[in-house]
T-cell receptor, first 115, second 115 residues
């Protein structure tokens, strides 16, 4: 069964450093998402991406964040200068259709620890 | 704006007992509703979804949920809990028409199953 993959599974970085989280969505999917889950809190939407541009972004997704689909398979989230409060689990998801009834498939997540 | 409220951050049941996880939503337009499960150190897996067809929805692993518009609820149930059901459960809403297609999650309910 096709699945969304994410690398690395755990990333430790120092405050102020740049990090890139990588995702490989399901191959025939066209809509891509990043969510994050701070420990003990709910899963929060960060950004959606379609046709090589951002469809929607949350207020969390400020100028420190960027997304990119550098080739036909990868989808990346970059945090330019990490803060302590960026420590969280980051989930990538993809979806086949713009129809909101379609399932989003989630990757296993990348745990980001900022020290 | 849409929102989801899950009543009870922790629910504990005995093996073989009824599982009831509560979810209420707020939406100004007809929503799509989802239940996801998260096992430790794994991503989110879809249990079931409501997409405006039958109000009683059956999902994987014996779970089902009923959409009640008058109560704005979408509670998740399972007649008989198994030890393997221990996990975190998330209720989420998506709009009927939402170009970005983001999911808005509830706070999550951790289900414990006692032998």
């Amino acid at each position: 069964e096709p699945e969304v993959t994410q690398t690395p599974s755990h990333q430790v970085t120092q405050m102020g450093q740049e990090v890139i989280l990588r995702c490989v969505p399901i191959s025939n999917h066209l809509y891509f998402y990043w969510y994050r889950q701070i420990l003990g809190q709910k899963v929060e939407f960060l950004v959606s991406f379609y046709n090589n541009e951002i469809s929607e972004k949350s207020e969390i997704f400020d100028d420190q964040f960027s997304v990119e689909r550098p080739d036909g398979s990868n989808f990346t989230l970059k945090i330019r200068s990490t803060k302590l409060e960026d420590s969280a689990m980051y989930f990538c998801a993809s979806r086949e259709s713009p129809d909101g009834s379609y399932e989003q498939y989630f990757g296993p997540g990348t745990r980001l620890t900022v020290t | 704006a849409q929102s989801v409220t899950q009543l009870g951050s922790h629910v504990s049941v005995s093996e073989g007992a009824l599982v009831l996880l509560r979810c209420n939503y707020s939406s100004s337009v007809p929503p799509y509703l989802f239940w996801y499960v998260q096992y430790p150190n794994q991503g989110l897996q879809l249990l079931l979804k409501y997409t405006s067809a039958a109000t009683l929805v059956k999902g994987i692993n014996g779970f089902e949920a009923e959409f009640k518009k008058s109560e704005t609820s979408f509670h998740l149930t399972k007649p008989s809990a198994h030890m393997s059901d221990a996990a975190e459960y998330f209720c989420a809403v998506s709009l009927f028409y939402n170009q970005g297609g983001k999911l808005i999650f509830g706070q999550g309910t951790e289900l414990s199953v006692k032998p």
